[in-house]
């Protein structure tokens, strides 16, 4: 392969025969090959331009280019390498290959023989030429004292065009032409399409001279750009953009000072040259002014039934929240008051807010925007950055807006509890503005700096946590609660509106696969953990799916009955399993219940107990709340020691360690209070607990028992996990309403407000 040249790629210039050229290079192949080039003898190279620009491959290599000599190669303190290559003679290429990081060639001298009448081209090329140097102020005549060693037109046709000041992508062609006469005809329109352009240029010139005083000057010298453009047979862009751009605005719904702060824009856009770097920003801006839905609005129904209908139909039960949008909706309809209180609802993920939200603005007839404000610290992406900013933007809100398309439509923003406030601003009090009824018909964005209407916008905020969203948001928002589902729930939502829409989705029906209570409950125990049913309708899908494939591929069954069994095939082995209270009841080990993004579970709290000397040790990453919580359970036991029957010594001489085993996460809060306490005290009093108990509540160093939040979420996992009697703080009883019938009528609740009820209660039956 040696044998063969190396081929020097060149993507930006031509280089031709009996013509010197000086090159930088940064690029290091380029730079290694130079370096090979070097020290092979006679410093040879095939020098080649691809086909087409950027691509690289044998495949884009022409088949002729120039055999160049390497003439001096040295290194500037750039880093670059600078070389000089000289263009020695036209070549065929027979065969491109690889070589490592380079190509090699074969190549075969290119024969070419002048014809007679390549003489008269020969003497009609150089008198064009020397007309084009004289009309052509920026034509130097450095080309004339070469001309006197020139003697075909082969070798006339190559100098000539080395000096023309034509683009690298119509050079090419020079090259690749072989016929000598073919060269002298382009270069000879070349030259003439040169020559009209100059005396265009020149006869408008003159004209603006004689005619005009400065400021028109300006206009018609862009008249004249426009004129050459034309003659060039380039159509111009931004002036047919500017007409079309002049048309929209005309047709914008804005008040009279927006409009005229757009055509302002226009003009300013129109009057820059294309090359100037703000042509761009305003362009955007423009855009941006254009598309903003401003005063367009759709009809809201004013047929409460209808909105009834269409959320009864998109979500099951729900009653409660349903029942307040439709409140809110009358009360809203009946004032036609816009000020009523933003809703927000509230609740674990999959409960259905967001698709509640959108079913109310398909209900409404309104078209709906949404965003997410999770994660947010920086106020300009509520509010957007001043133009002035580099790659500025309008903020969340006008972008929600714009893709929305209306003045009025639905708008979701998702998280709002997860903003963070920080050095950047405190985005929470920005999106205040956004909700205030007082100013929002004024919002001013930073970017559009023109105020936008957001007065007619229907907010719904949606949130997993009401305690963490921001204080002053907080205040005005209308809080709505949903809470997780229990199974039963779940089961009902799989059949009614699950499964059906997902049917229809893979193109299914009930005649080819159907899939039983059981089944539908497996789906949920053991393969989803959560509170909602998002994860539970992926399950649905991904199972659909298999059966449209089973259905396609086994022609001769025609309906699948999923059952258990064809679950486990189909989306693998169970991957949850719930704590489930163990048979035999046991000493320093009682339930708890926790509540996570999940929804409930139980959380068995585990002590023990060994000599030591009085210390305290807490395992099971348990936060700071939690770890309290333990030393105010110990505290109050030390206290009141003598009222559960336990010897005081015991604290002395053991040390006590405290475990929450992994199973449900999230172990922080003081709910665990009451538990601790049982667990410790069934340990000092070496008396068992019953399983089927379980209890939440926070407790003081008095015994009293505290409210906690959570209580439907705790109780379902606790019935799940076949709990028979629960413990509840006094202040939650009224939370009890909440509860599904088929979850009373199997647990026992006893409501308490200090702790000696519960002491009493679960230890009574050992005392008697
Ligand atoms: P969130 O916004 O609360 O996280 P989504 O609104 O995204 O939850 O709901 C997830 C999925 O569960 C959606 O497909 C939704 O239609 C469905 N879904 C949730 N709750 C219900 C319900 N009560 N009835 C019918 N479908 C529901």
């Keep these: 392969m040696e044998d063969k040249l190396l081929v020097l790629i060149v993507n930006d210039m031509v280089i031709f025969p009996n013509n010197e050229v000086r090159i930088e290079y940064d690029n290091s192949y380029d730079k290694q090959m130079i370096e090979i080039v070097d020290k092979i003898e006679d410093n040879l190279m095939l020098i080649v331009n691809p086909i087409e620009d950027g691509s690289i491959g044998v495949t884009s290599f022409p088949k002729y280019g120039v055999l160049g000599r390497l003439k001096l190669k040295m290194n500037v303190p750039n880093g670059k390498t600078r070389i000089v290559i000289e263009g020695i003679e036209r070549v065929e290429i027979s065969s491109y290959m690889e070589d490592g990081n380079f190509y090699r060639a074969d190549y075969r001298k290119v024969d070419i023989l002048e014809e007679d009448d390549a003489k008269d081209y020969f003497n009609i090329l150089v008198k064009s030429l020397d007309n084009y140097i004289v009309k052509v102020p920026y034509m130097g005549n450095a080309i004339m004292s070469q001309l006197n060693g020139i003697d075909t037109l082969n070798d006339l046709c190559d100098l000539i065009v080395s000096f023309l000041p034509i683009k690298y992508e119509d050079k090419k062609k020079y090259i690749t032409t072989i016929d000598p006469i073919q060269r002298a005809k382009y270069l000879m329109e070349d030259m003439n399409r040169d020559l009209k352009f100059v005396e265009l240029e020149q006869k408008i010139e003159a004209e603006v001279e004689k005619e005009l005083n400065d400021t028109q000057k300006e206009y018609f010298l862009r008249e004249k750009i426009k004129l050459m453009q034309k003659e060039l047979g380039e159509a111009n862009n931004k002036d047919s953009e500017v007409e079309r751009l002049t048309k929209k605005i005309s047709k914008l719904k804005c008040n009279a000072k927006v409009k005229e702060k757009i055509k302002r824009e226009l003009n300013r856009y129109d009057n820059l040259n294309s090359n100037s770097p703000e042509v761009g920003m305003i362009r955007e801006y423009l855009d941006w002014m254009i598309h903003l839905p401003w005063n367009h609005y759709t009809k809201d129904t004013n047929d409460l039934v209808r909105v009834k209908r269409i959320l009864d139909s998109s979500h099951y039960a729900l009653e409660e929240v349903k029942d307040r949008i439709l409140e809110y909706l009358a009360v809203k309809q009946n004032t036609n008051n816009l000020r009523s209180p933003i809703i927000c609802l509230v609740g674990p993920p999959g409960v259905g807010k967001t698709s509640l939200a959108i079913s109310i603005a398909k209900s409404l007839n309104r078209k709906t925007a949404k965003i997410s404000v999770g994660g947010i610290n920086d106020e300009a992406e509520i509010v957007g950055h001043r133009r002035t900013y580099i790659g500025a933007n309008p903020g969340r809100i006008i972008q929600g807006i714009r893709k929305a398309g209306t003045t009025n439509p639905v708008f979701i923003i998702d998280e709002i509890d997860k903003m963070t406030k920080d050095i950047k601003g405190d985005p929470a009090s920005s999106l205040l503005e956004v909700l205030d009824p007082e100013q929002n018909n004024k919002f001013s964005d930073h970017y559009i700096e023109e105020e936008f209407d957001l007065s007619q916008v229907m907010f719904i905020a949606t949130a997993n946590y009401v305690e963490q969203i ?104 169970k991957k949850f399993t719930y704590m489930e209270t163990s048979q035999e009841d046991e000493v320093g080990v009682v339930n708890g219940m926790a509540y996570t993004v999940f929804g409930g579970d139980i959380l068995p709290i585990e002590a023990t107990l060994f000599k030591g000397k009085g210390d305290l040790i807490l395992t099971g990453s348990l936060g700071d709340v939690m770890q309290e919580s333990c030393h105010i359970a110990l505290n109050y036991i030390k206290s009141n020691a003598e009222q559960f029957h336990i010897t005081t010594d015991i604290f002395e001489n053991h040390d006590i360690h405290i475990h929450v085993p992994e199973g449900a996460v999230n172990k922080d809060g003081p709910s665990a209070g009451v538990t601790i306490t049982t667990t410790l005290i069934s340990l000092f009093t070496n008396r068992k607990v019953p399983k089927k108990i379980a209890m939440t509540g926070e407790i003081t160093l008095r015994g009293r028992v505290l409210g906690i939040g959570g209580l439907k979420e705790k109780v379902i996992g606790a019935h799940r996990a076949g709990i028979k009697q629960v413990f509840i703080p006094d202040e939650n009883e009224k939370d009890l309403d909440d509860i599904p019938e088929e979850i009373k009528k199997d647990i026992r609740f006893i409501s308490v407000n200090n702790y000696s009820e519960i002491f009493q209660s679960v230890f009574r039956e050992e005392d008697d």
Excluded: C
Aim: charged share 35%.
């Design 470 to 573: 921001p204080y002053e948001l907080r205040d005005r928002l209308e809080i709505i609660e949903l809470s997780s589902y229990t199974e039963y729930e779940k089961l009902d939502i799989a059949k009614n509106h699950l499964i059906p829409r997902e049917l229809e989705e893979h193109g299914l029906t009930s005649l080819q696969v159907q899939m039983d209570d059981e089944a539908i409950m497996t789906l949920i125990r053991n393969y989803t953990k959560e509170a909602g049913v998002r994860e539970l309708e992926r399950m649905i899908a991904s199972l659909f799916r298999k059966i449209v494939k089973k259905l396609l591929l086994t022609s001769d069954v025609a309906f699948y009955q999923i059952d258990n069994e064809m679950i486990e095939e189909l989306l693998g082995k």
